[in-house]
């Protein structure tokens, strides 16, 4: 007899939810949610289907939130296994979105039964924000749904992601923020000509070195007691007309900033303009936000979180900040503490993706306790 978040865990992952798809994951939600007696509320934007779901009208509020879609598995010969037939071997259930993160969702739902099978007459209300995006472009996901809940005043207290934080084992892990992730894209303007007269050309490789030099030798922060230092990778740069005697008339480059919260985007951009203004340089310089830095205080939640780990794995898990972004990034603003726990992350968007069977079943209990700390 398999555990209620194993199997719902397989009947998720054999549903082909490639983002932004959902593949009829959050119908199997919705019907397990609605036997608890939650209202579900499904919003279709564009092409994303997501999830809005609350049991109780009291607060505080305890949200869980999380994504159905998957990112594509890649290379089938390579998987030892169909991705989307979830497979047990060794101890691990192997399949597409196991780890990242359907298990957190079987975890969660099974979660919230088993509480509140036992206590009907709990604090406040339980909800869930589900998105199919989140993978994706994560326009009309997680940062919609937040909008519609703003608008009408709708409030939660805290966040529980169930996207894969932990390192080496469950839970030795807790994000508790997540760094802020600025793009520029670059274009220096210059003279094409021939390579034998540079004084009649104006080469716009010659001008961004310097600047690029001075880019990677800033020391843009030490980072804080919560943040690692904030990092500037280049990721691309592109010139040159494909013939050796011929210097180009532009340069385009993207580049990268992790930042901390020593930094919001309009300081680092700010910052960034200075520089490329100091030099003589003619340039266009378009950014892209993908979210600021947030950070949740010590608090209930925290302390919440980390007794239940504690409890489960005998020591407490690190709280960091490091990794890429998540959805947390649309939640927090709505000045929501947001934690991210869950599986293992090591083969998450890998060819031949798992997640620890006894780990699924844990972090089942894990949520659960939380769930009866604070409610
Ligand atoms: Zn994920």
Redesign the pocket.
Known sequence: MKKPEIELLCDLVQRQSVTPEDAGCQSVLIERLEACGFDCETMVIGEVTNLWARGGVKSPVLCFAG?TDVVPPGDLSKWHSDPFVPTFKDGQIYGRGTA??KAGLASMIVAIEQFLAENEDHEGSLALLITSD??GRAREGTLKVMASLTDRNEKIDWCVIG?PSSEKYLADLVRVGRRGSLSGMLTVNGIQGHVAYPQLADNPIRRFAPVLAELHETEWDRGNEYFPPTSFQVVDIQSGVGAPNVTPAELSARFNFRYSTEWNHESLKKRVHEMFDAHDIEYDLKWHLSGEPFLTNPGELIDAVVQSVTEHTGKAPELSTGGGTSDGRFISPAGVDVVELGPVNASIHKINEHVKVTDVVQLTSMYRRIIELLL
Do not use: R, V
Request: net charge negative.
């Open positions: 994504h990242d993160m989140e993978e996207e």
